[in-house]
Nanobody, 116 residues
């Protein structure tokens, strides 16, 4: 399976971005059973889980993004999304999509930069 993130970019504080996570090579029944997670990482730091959605639709958000980020998924498209609102400079990071847990599928990341 392959995971590709897109949608990152340079925005000003307070603006929004929508990240996409598209997969290929994962059969539908498997994708439906997997959780889909979004992590982010800044230089010199460990990867941080910011949002997760289980196969049942249960969501988790880190305290730092709760109320500003929304994770969704489209099983038919084998895709996941991260809507990020009211972005702050501290949200600047490379954002990664993970499908199926840390030992399974990772994308290459997409850079999000929030700066005035």
């Amino acid at each position: 399976g392959r995971v590709v993130e897109s949608g990152g970019g340079l925005v000003q504080p307070g603006e929004s971005l929508r990240l996409s996570c598209r997969t290929s090579g994962i059969i539908l029944s498997a994708f439906r059973s997997y959780a889909t997670d979004w992590y982010r990482q800044t230089p010199g730091n460990q990867r941080e889980l910011v949002a997760s959605m289980t196969s049942a639709g249960t969501t988790y958000y880190s305290d730092s993004v709760k109320g500003r980020y929304t994770i969704t998924r489209d099983n038919a498209k084998r895709a996941a999304y991260l809507e990020m609102n009211n972005l702050k400079p501290e949200d600047t990071a490379v954002y990664y999509c993970n499908v199926g847990g840390e030992g399974r599928y990772w994308g290459q990341g997409t850079q999000v930069t929030v700066s005035a």
